[in-house]
């Protein structure tokens, strides 16, 4: 489904009864909305689920200009706006996991719980530097040219060898990911920080990481320790895309969270 909100075209999903708690599920960058699959399948039964593409990526439409993580939230409060949602619960991993803490720390009034995944919340010089190279990367050789490198920071190489069937799922998300929107979300990764503010969050979190996600559980343990009542969970041999290498624990966390 589809609905103008921020003078862009958003592509959604909605699964579940109507009058449900609603929670809002947003993607990390080169994926879409199709990476909570699994999730969506064991939610729909308790909550109204509403994925969405960030701007950028799978169905939206991605202006060929640079992003902030201002313009993401706003798309999102414009969403629930379009959809006439007064407050939900949101989640996201990654970009969508920055979004996520961006939206509970701007607009607690409409964040219910908020859900943090696989995200340290925060650029630095070296990320940046980082960030400014896929760029580059991606405007000479497209998004193909982003697929191994991405994949091997994703997930763990003995995921990689084991090669299960959703990382092929995954190769086609960073594929067909559109290179303006791939380019104007990096943008924003690359100059962000919500990670300083974290302490006066007023609304209950959940802090979700795998285990071998490079330096991302010792930054969100970190944020944990500065939200007194939030949750973490550490997810073992899960890489990145943690909901993706340990579905079942991942939504029995965020089950029991919204519980």
């Known amino acids: 489904m589809r609905i103008k909100a921020n003078g862009i075209t958003v592509n959604y999903q909605i699964d579940g009864a109507e009058g449900a708690p609603c929670l809002v599920l947003s993607n990390s960058l080169a994926t879409n909305l199709s990476m909570w699959d699994e999730q969506a399948a064991a939610l729909k039964n308790a909550f109204r689920v509403l994925r969405y593409d ?6 939206t439409d991605a202006p060929a200009e640079r992003y902030s993580f201002d313009l993401l939230i706003a798309d999102a409060i414009s969403l629930l706006d379009a959809l006439s949602i007064k407050r939900a619960h949101f989640g996201g ?3 969508g996991g920055a979004t996520a803490l961006g939206l509970a720390l701007r607009h607690p009034d409409r964040i219910d719980r908020a859900i943090i995944c696989d995200s340290g919340c925060a650029s630095t010089p070296a990320s940046s530097q980082q960030w400014e ?3 580059t990367a991606a405007r000479k050789g497209g998004m193909e040219a982003m697929v191994d490198s991405t994949m091997a920071r994703w997930f763990p190489p003995e995921i990689i060898t084991a090669n299960p069937p959703y990382l092929d799922k995954v190769r ?7 290179v303006d929107g791939f380019i104007g979300c990096a943008t924003a990764l690359a100059n962000h920080d919500f990670r300083s503010a974290v302490g006066t969050v007023t609304r209950p979190l959940l802090f979700v990481v795998g285990e071998k996600d490079g330096p991302q559980p010792a930054a969100m343990r970190d ?3 500065k939200v007194p009542g939030s949750r973490f969970v550490e997810l073992p041999g899960a890489g990145h895309i943690s909901n993706m290498d340990q579905p079942a624990l991942f939504t029995k966390a ?3 969270f919204l519980s």
């Open 223 to 225: 944020m944990h320790q």
């Open 54 to 59: 960030q701007r950028g990526h799978g169905g």
């Open 254 to 256: 965020i089950k029991e």
């Open 93 to 95: 991993l990654s970009m």
């Open 133 to 135: 190279e896929r760029i």
């Open 172 to 178: 086609a998300m960073i594929r067909s990911t559109p």
